[in-house]
C-alpha cells in the first residue's frame, strides 16, 4: 500500500513535514542523527520516504529513519538494486524486513 496526501504525494503525510518539528531538526550532524530519526518512528510514509533517499541518493540529513551512514552502509551491501521503490514501496512488512537485512 502506498500513502498518499490529497495532493497526490506521500509527503502531505510527512511526520516532520508542515511545521510539524523544527525544520533543521533532520539535518543535523553526526552522531545527533541518531537522536533525530526518532521523528520517523511513527511517520506513515517512512518507506516512501526511505525509498526516494535511497533512488535519488540523497545523502544529507536524516530520511525514512536512518542516518546518513546507515543509507550509505545499505547501499553499499545492496549494489544491485536498481529501485528501492519496488524493494520497499507496497511489500510485505518480511519483504521490507529481509531488503533491509540482506
Ligand atoms: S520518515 Fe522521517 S524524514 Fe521521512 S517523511 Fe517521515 S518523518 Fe520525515
Not at 511526520?15 to 545527533?32: M, S
Not at 511513527?42 to 551512514?69: I, N, Y
Not at 543509507?71 to 521490507?96: D, H, K, N, Q
Amino acid at each position: 500500500m502506498t500513502t498518499v496526501g490529497p495532493d497526490g504525494h506521500w509527503t502531505a503525510q510527512a511526520a516532520c513535514g508542515a511545521g510539524k518539528v523544527a525544520p533543521d531538526t533532520l539535518f543535523v550532524e553526526g552522531a545527533a542523527q541518531r537522536d533525530a530519526r526518532s521523528v520517523c518512528q511513527s511517520c506513515v510514509v517512512r518507506l516512501e520516504c526511505l525509498a526516494d533517499a535511497l533512488d535519488s541518493g540523497a545523502d544529507f540529513g536524516v530520511w525514512g529513519g536512518m542516518t546518513e551512514r546507515e543509507r550509505r552502509a545499505l547501499r553499499r551491501r545492496r549494489p544491485e538494486v536498481e529501485s528501492w521503490r519496488a524493494e520497499l514501496v507496497g511489500v510485505e512488512p518480511a519483504g521490507v524486513l529481509q531488503a533491509l537485512a540482506r
